[in-house]
């Protein structure tokens, strides 16, 4: 999820260096084992070879280095995440930044025309942790309707009720508003490795915009994970005494400590060798030198939606028309890159009068001292509330059909930088933001499509490894995804309208577009709709279960190669993807020690 602040500019920044400094000589806060690098000479050959090591990868790493007797070599093209990577209030530093694969989509001259090129900013993780140490840290997972639909289309195995077991084996629950709950406390486990944590506290910003919504008659939830009920409510977050926890620092960390795990970073697969419809192994490239590293058992994709496909293709699987036109032999004809879908982000912003925003927000300096003392403070926190919105003909009014993610941006907050090159709107939009940022606070309510119709496809650009991925988002391409933005957007500015929100003279800030001219009412509204709106960053599918992997995730008609990552997700979930892909990673290692036990 995206918080539309993106208050950061791609490092931390003076201030907090400064307070690193001063605390450097007594602290070890800030202090993470992160993997060795291995030295693994040309033409070893392991038993699994996975390539990536981002929130899949490094879970299925982690598990697989468990087995007795196996040889397990995980491939990561960045390196270790920098320092900042592990505190919650810099989350949004390392988007547009070295640590971020920094993808693009097509501009398709139709949708997203208010942003740069009409291009959607695509942020991916380019480090140990991938996207898993660049995001939110907000842990969702859907709704049961979302995985009943995956067992529709390859089985039951991928029900709600076979997968929720597999979201409480890696949690550890401490959240204290759900822990002393009975009802609540049946969805979630308590043993895992990655902590899911959250306070009765609440800061003085949460407790605002939730009233505001209680006004507007969203019942307040304890539980935003409850399948049962949905709101208006605070997320629980991957957090851990005051640092992110992810599927590295709670899995690969520990088990890159076995002799059986070896970790390259800095390497990028350029090739998967695929002989007699079998992978074999893999072509790495370090330092403009290649290497070739085999696999006796199974090569494993978890280089996410846009380079999984990418990788694919690459090594011929895919389309047999695309792969043709580049001259590539094809191995297996399947609709890889196919099935592209996000949820669809139109950020909506109002101004108020000062005393919304958390007040230490304005005191970094201080804060980043209070951080490094003791782990508290504004930075040990990130983005908190959320709201699901039923449309009145939703099937089932407790499933959402949109979210709105709303945040507190303090007056003269620096946000035209990160409005530009993380958000990427044209320069007068975030002008006018920044003007009005200026004397007054900004709330940005982020209005999110949880399931879109609309689909794109990821292809190559060339047969070069190096070439970006060509992406075409397809937002909007079924016109249904836009009906529900007017209802959902006009929610949002209600808050305007809310007690304690007029008594700060707050007012709607609408961005106006060329492209919307002379429109008026919801018709203009859905033109703002289609014309500033963006990824979410969740994109799914471009290797979907049903198509081009079965129900374990093997790729069809190739033996030896699996794909675990969101891009076998056939649908989308509502909800942060995150959690959900350490599910996937969770059930790929059981499927991969059922299938050694069963040889």
Same mark, same amino acid.
């Given at each position: ?18 307070? $690193? ?53 995980? =491939? ?122 959250? $306070? ?8 605002? !915009? ?7 008659? !969203? ?41 059986? $795990?070896? =970790? $390259? ?80 982000? =139109? ?27 003791? &782990? ?9 509330? &959320? ?37 990427? !709107? ?58 529900? !933005?007017?209802? =959902? ?56 279960? &049903? ?53």
């Amino acid at each position: 999820m995206l918080d539309g602040s993106c208050t950061g500019g791609g490092a931390a920044g003076a201030t907090f260096t400064a307070a $690193l400094q001063f605390f450097a000589a007594s602290q070890c806060l800030l202090n993470e084992p992160w993997p060795q690098h291995s030295t693994v000479l040309n033409e070893s050959t392991f038993d699994f070879i996975v390539v990536g090591g981002g929130t899949a990868g490094s879970t299925l790493a982690a598990r697989l280095s468990e087995l007795n007797g196996v040889k397990v070599l995980l =491939v990561e093209a960045g390196g270790n995440p920098p320092q900042e990577s592990i505190i919650p209030g810099y989350k949004s530093t390392l988007k547009a930044s070295r640590f971020d694969w920094n993808f693009t989509t097509v501009n398709d001259n139709f949708s997203s025309q208010a942003l740069q090129d009409g291009s959607q900013r695509q942020p991916r993780g380019k480090m140990l942790g991938g996207s898993g140490s660049l995001n939110d840290m907000v842990y969702a997972r859907g709704f049961p309707v979302d995985y009943n639909e995956w067992g529709d289309i390859v089985g039951e195995e991928w029900n709600w009720n076979n997968v929720l077991k597999y979201f409480k084996k890696t949690e550890h629950l401490t959240d204290e508003r759900i822990i002393n709950d009975p009802e609540l406390n049946k969805y979630h486990g308590f043993d895992g490795a990655i902590e899911v944590s959250g $306070l009765n506290e609440s800061t003085y910003t949460t407790d605002r !915009f939730l009233e505001a919504f209680e006004q507007l008659g !969203f019942p307040l939830v304890k539980d935003m994970t409850y399948p049962e009920t949905i709101g208006a409510g605070r997320f629980s977050h991957t957090i851990k005494d005051g640092k992110r926890d992810s599927s590295l620092t709670a899995l690969l960390n520990k088990a890159a400590t076995r002799d059986n $795990l070896f =970790v $390259l970073k800095e390497a990028l697969v350029a090739k998967v060798f695929i002989e007699n419809n079998t992978a074999s192994g893999v072509k790495v490239i370090v330092d403009e030198e290649e290497f070739y590293y085999y696999a006796n058992k199974e090569v494993i994709l978890s280089t996410g939606t846009f380079n999984t496909p990418k990788l694919l293709l690459l090594s011929g699987v895919g389309p047999k028309g695309h792969l043709d036109e580049l001259e590539i032999d094809v191995k297996q004809d399947l609709p890889v890159g196919e099935n592209l879908h996000d949820h669809i982000m =139109v950020l909506t912003y109002i101004a108020a009068g000062n005393g919304t925003c958390n007040s230490d927000e304005r005191s970094v300096y201080m804060d980043a001292m209070k951080y490094l003392y003791d &782990g508290s403070g504004s930075l040990s926190r990130t983005t908190d509330v &959320g709201v699901y919105v039923s449309l009145n003909d939703s099937n089932n009014n407790n499933v959402p059909d949109f979210a709105i993610y709303p945040t507190c941006m303090p007056q003269d907050s620096g946000f035209y930088e990160s409005c530009l090159n993380v958000l990427g !709107f044209r320069q007068e939009i975030c002008e006018k933001l920044s003007i009005e940022n200026k004397h007054k606070e900004l709330l940005s309510l982020a209005v999110v499509c949880l399931k879109p119709k609309s689909r794109g496809r990821v292809r190559l650009k060339s047969t070069h490894y190096l070439d970006e991925p060509v992406i075409y988002s397809g937002t909007f391409s079924n016109l249904d995804d836009l009906e529900g !933005f007017p209802k =959902v957007m006009e929610t949002a500015w209600a808050i305007a309208n809310t007690s304690y929100f007029q008594a700060k003279n707050a007012y709607v800030i609408h961005i106006e577009v060329e492209e919307c001219k002379g429109l008026e009412g919801r018709s203009k509204t859905k033109c703002v709709a289609k014309t500033t709106a963006m990824s979410a960053w969740h994109s799914v599918g471009t290797a979907a279960m &049903g198509t081009v992997v079965d129900s374990e995730l093997r790729v069809k008609g190739i033996k030896g190669l699996r794909v675990v990552d969101a891009s076998v997700m056939p649908n989308i979930i509502r909800g942060n993807s995150n959690a959900p892909v350490v599910m996937i990673a969770e059930k790929a290692a059981d499927y991969i020690k059922h299938s050694l036990e069963s040889t």
